[in-house]
């Protein structure tokens, strides 16, 4: 591989974490733009490595083994109420694991998903949480915390 690719590949991984870290971190949520920049990088750079072997399916085992591994990383910031009737950590933990997701893509140099992949993203974390506040006013149950 070429050093300009793989450099093209690893930091679009890297940047892409990073931005979902920066949302996570203007949301005042521990899991940040240094955090989730190193899972973007460190996915890239797992998958990568194994599709550097000559082993036949060693990426695909690689991608299966993150998208498995993040998730139990993912359960650590996932918190219930006293109560158990609100979670907290939830986004954080789907961020955790799309950056890991990313970072698979990125490695395997699959731009254009990459890009619609990360536009799609930014989507639904801008917008996301207004449109579900917008829907809960429309239908508003009265067990529903409108903080957001």
Same mark, same amino acid.
């Given at each position: ?7 093209? %590949? ?8 990073? @931005? #979902?870290? #920066? ?10 733009? %240094?955090?989730?920049? #190193? ?9 990568? @490595? ?6 036949? $399916?060693?990426? *695909? ?5 993150? !998208? ?5 990383? +993912? @359960?650590? !910031? ?8 609100? !979670? ?14 990313? $970072? ?13 992949? @990360?536009? !799609? ?7 996301? +949480? ?5 829907? %809960? ?9 409108? *903080?957001?």
């Amino acid at each position: 591989m070429e050093t300009v690719d793989l450099v093209l %590949r690893l930091s679009f991984a890297t940047l892409a974490g990073a @931005a #979902l870290g #920066l949302n996570r971190d203007l949301h005042g949520k521990p899991t940040g733009v %240094r955090t989730l920049g #190193l899972v973007g990088l460190g996915s890239a750079l797992a998958v990568m @490595a194994a599709a550097a072997t000559a082993e036949p $399916g060693a990426a *695909s085992r690689a991608i299966q083994g993150l !998208v498995t591994g993040i998730g139990f990383l +993912g @359960a650590g !910031v996932i918190l219930h109420t006293s109560e158990g009737r609100q !979670v907290h950590g939830l986004t954080t933990a789907a961020c955790t694991w799309l950056t890991a997701c990313m $970072g698979a893509v990125c490695a395997v140099g699959e731009w254009r998903m990459a890009l619609i992949g @990360a536009a !799609v993203m930014f989507v639904v974390l801008v917008f996301g +949480g207004r449109l579900e506040r917008a829907i %809960r006013r429309i239908w508003r149950h009265p067990d529903d915390d409108l *903080s957001g």
